[in-house]
């Protein structure tokens, strides 16, 4: 059945924030199409919800399987922060979905940095940022949300092992439900963090993470493993190497 627009609306607490919703039956990749309503100048709190994704695209230059029933989303903020910020959205986005989640069905999603979702060891979501900048300023920040709801889930292709929620749940759910549910989530995490900074995100993120003490870090060709110990300010992951305290950026982090 084809997701029904007004349903999603109507489930919002807040629909203020939420200005323009798109829902789609299919797109290459809600981030190309968000990208270009960007460029023409639509405004903070643009969403576009693809049924299904012909091209969907993951970190590292990966795809992302986007069969129907799943929950494929971009989202368009402008906050106004340097590009240095840019990985406390990601992590903000992960920990208020993953808060979402768990407040709504009672699940114990976790997050894994900087902004994968997990649930029982296995990979739930990710979310994909893309940004479009002025100098050190961020413009426009794109993110693209997966979330694996009801749609099957391609084991054979997956590096970790990915779980839906209607495996989780043991049954299907609304996506205009989960879809409510999330925007109000992002909503209230992202205006918080504009008023109160990266501080109450922080916190969350640690009772959120799924990171153990050690984890292994994969950067170019080499690996090592590092003892983690924080974020920092500009949500980068703080790990103790041997060779000293390091700040990791977007290096592959894995559980270990
Ligand atoms: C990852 O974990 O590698 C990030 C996956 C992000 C997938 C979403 S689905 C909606 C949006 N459109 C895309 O092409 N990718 C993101």
New binding site residues.
């Given amino acids: 059945m084809a997701l029904d627009r007004e349903r999603i609306l109507c489930g919002l607490k807040d629909r203020r924030f939420w200005k323009e919703l798109i829902v789609l039956e299919g797109a ?5 199409v968000m990208r270009e309503l960007a460029q023409n100048g639509a405004p903070e709190g643009t969403v576009v919800i ?1 049924e299904r ?1 012909t ?6 230059g ?1 795809s ?1 399987h ?1 069969p129907q029933g799943g929950a ?3 989202i368009l903020l402008k906050p106004p922060v340097s590009i240095n910020s840019a990985g406390c959205v990601s992590v903000l986005l992960a920990v208020a979905i993953a808060q979402s989640l768990r407040d709504w069905l009672k699940l114990p999603v976790g997050v894994k940095w900087p ?2 979702l997990f649930l029982n060891h296995r ?1 739930l ?4 940022i893309e940004l479009m900048t002025n100098l050190d300023q961020i413009e426009a920040l794109v993110a ?3 979330v694996n709801v009801n749609n099957s889930v391609a084991l054979e292709e997956a590096r970790v092992v990915p779980i839906s929620l209607k495996q989780a749940v043991g049954h299907a759910m609304l996506l205009e439900d989960f879809f409510a549910v999330v925007l109000d989530g992002i909503a209230d995490g992202y205006k918080r963090f504009l008023l109160q900074g990266f501080g109450s995100v922080l916190q969350k993120w640690r009772e959120l993470s799924v990171l153990g003490d050690e984890v292994e870090v994969h950067k170019g060709d080499k690996v090592f493993t590092a003892k983690v110990i924080d974020l920092s300010e500009r949500g980068e992951l703080l790990v103790e190497a041997q060779e000293g305290i390091k700040a990791l950026v977007a290096e592959e982090v894995s559980l270990r």
């Fill in positions: 290459g990749s809600t981030n190309d693809a994704q091209a969907g695209r993951g970190r590292r990966r992302w986007s494929w989303f971009s902004n994968d990979k979501g990710g979310i994909l693209g949300i997966g």
